[in-house]
Antibody, heavy 113, light 109 residues
Framework: EVQLVESGGGLVQPGGSLRLSCTAS????????MNWVRQAPGKGLEWVAN????????YYVDSVKGRFTVSRDNAKNSFFLQMNSLRVEDTAVYFC??????WGQGTQVTVSS | QAVVTQEPSLTVSPGRTVTLTCGSS?????????SYWFQQKPGQVPRTLFY???YRQSWTPARFSTSLLGGKAALTLSGAQPEDEAEYYC?????????FGGGTKLTVL
């Protein structure tokens, strides 16, 4: 059974940092592009960032460029999102999503003073 | 950045057919956009119905199908069931970048 488990979410003040992790079982992540997707309360889905299977390229939505960084550790079958300089508008549930269409269960990130 | 457009809402009667579309502000949607279709019910994690334009997930009912139609990606539901009432999102790839549509709230009534 394929399972993706995110972790690392929480409550952080504006300007703070968090590192999200997505760890897979039942599939090998190095075969797939890996994406982070978020959903703010009551809103639609927003694509945030991704990286190629080998980690050679990274892409970001304009609103997080320069603040968020994706990375992956294929040896650990894991994928990460380092989030710095967090803003209130980054508050959302963050999901990892493979290019094959598998989703994690999401982790809540709340940015508030 | 590109804008991806979907119908904000659609209503279909049980047993009838409805088509949801996904358009791109940059021009026709093609196979190079590797389109995805997702279904999300309230309080649930989205689930993927189709990926890479036409690949069906194992759990996707046969009454759902995809196509590229009139310059848009299309999701057709043939024989709507009450359990198909949900929000549907498409995702298009632009090189490495991804852009979601705003979602279509499908009501089965």
């Amino acid at each position: 059974e394929v399972q993706l488990v995110e972790s690392g979410g929480g409550l952080v003040q504006p300007g703070g940092s968090l590192r999200l992790s997505c760890t897979a079982s039942g599939l090998t992540l190095n075969n797939y592009w890996m994406n982070w997707v978020r959903q703010a309360p009551g809103k639609g889905l927003e694509w945030v960032a991704n990286t190629r299977p080998d980690g050679s390229d990274e892409y970001y939505v304009d609103s997080v460029k320069g603040r968020f960084t994706v990375s992956r550790d294929n040896a650990k079958n894991s994928f990460f999102l380092q989030m710095n300089s967090l803003r209130v508008e980054d508050t959302a549930v963050y999901f990892c999503l493979t290019s094959r269409g598998y989703w994690g269960q999401g982790t809540q990130v709340t940015v508030s003073s | 950045q590109a804008v991806v457009t979907q119908e904000p809402s659609l209503t279909v009667s049980p047993g009838r057919t409805v088509t949801l579309t996904c358009g791109s502000s940059t021009g026709p949607v093609t196979s190079r956009h590797y389109s995805y279709w997702f279904q999300q019910k309230p309080g649930q994690v989205p689930r993927t119905l189709f990926y890479d334009t036409s690949y069906r997930q194992s759990w996707t009912p046969a009454r759902f199908s995809t196509s590229l139609l009139g310059g848009k990606a299309a999701l057709t539901l043939s024989g709507a069931q009450p359990e198909d009432e949900a929000e549907y999102y498409c995702l298009l790839a632009y090189g490495g970048l991804g852009v979601f549509g705003g979602g279509t709230k499908l009501t089965v009534l």
